[in-house]
């Protein structure tokens, strides 16, 4: 089974909709992820929380919310669908530790079509 | 603006050659760099690391070497085979930070 698994895989919306994307891990690690990418873009970090009372806004935020139900769920809203967050969403999750190590590990993605 | 960059979309290379790919960052605070490769229709996965105390790391035949006055860092793939074939995006980070991305090359090897 996959460590870090991501639903749906694929979906296609409507502008003006509402999408969840959800993601859940079985590392036990403390800190999850969402990106997205685009081609050209390479991978831009939407929000991050590193443990389940920590959220972080990344660097293109703005038309996304998230929630940290459990330590091994994220999820990641689009409260009203736009045609440029069209994209592939990834999910990641890393354990940190104090010798500095965090290795990032990812889910297989959720390819948005936003009509 | 992009903190880390990747200055060739793409690579072609012969099977049995060297592959080199480049990255540049410009934040000086950088202390730990990934390379990630990924393979269609699967998320990245992690390929080898640097801290800045050191200039090489080696695993097999993947080597990441760290320039920190020129704030470039490059992946050596030797000998080079055609499962290679994928995007790599290399990363930085403020260590116990977020990560930030290239914007991938995409390695071709030819058999």
């Known amino acids: 089974d996959a460590d870090v698994t991501q639903t749906p895989r694929n979906r296609i919306t409507k502008t003006g909709k509402r999408i969840m994307l959800e993601c859940s891990q079985t590392?036990?690690?403390?800190?999850m992820y969402w990106y997205r990418q685009d081609p050209g873009l390479g991978l831009r970090l939407i929000y991050y929380s590193f443990d389940v009372k920590d959220i972080n806004k990344g660097e293109i935020s703005d038309g996304y919310s998230v929630s940290r139900q459990a330590q091994a769920k994220f999820s990641l809203s689009l409260e009203s669908a736009i045609p440029n967050q069209t994209a592939l969403y990834f999910c990641?999750?890393?354990?940190?530790?104090?010798?500095?190590?965090?290795?990032?590990?990812f889910g297989p993605g959720t390819r948005l079509t936003v009509l | 603006d992009q903190q880390v960059k990747q200055n060739s979309p793409s690579l072609s290379v012969q099977e049995g050659r060297i592959s080199i790919l480049n990255c540049d960052y410009t934040n000086s605070m950088f202390d730990y760099f990934l390379w990630y490769k990924k393979y269609p229709a699967e998320g990245p996965t992690f390929l080898i690391s640097?801290?800045?105390?050191?200039d090489k790391n080696e695993d097999g035949r993947f080597t990441v070497f760290l320039n920190k006055s020129a704030k470039h860092l490059s992946l050596h793939i030797v000998p080079s085979q055609p499962g290679d074939s994928a995007v790599y995006f290399c990363?930085?980070?403020?260590?116990?930070?977020?990560?930030?991305f290239g914007t991938g090359t995409s390695l071709t090897v030819i058999p």
């Open positions: 590392k036990g690690h403390d800190r």
């Open positions: 640097i801290s800045s105390i050191k």
């Open positions: 990641a999750t890393s354990d940190f530790d104090r010798g500095g190590i965090d290795t990032q590990y």
């Open positions: 990363a930085a980070s403020r260590t116990g930070n977020q990560f930030y």
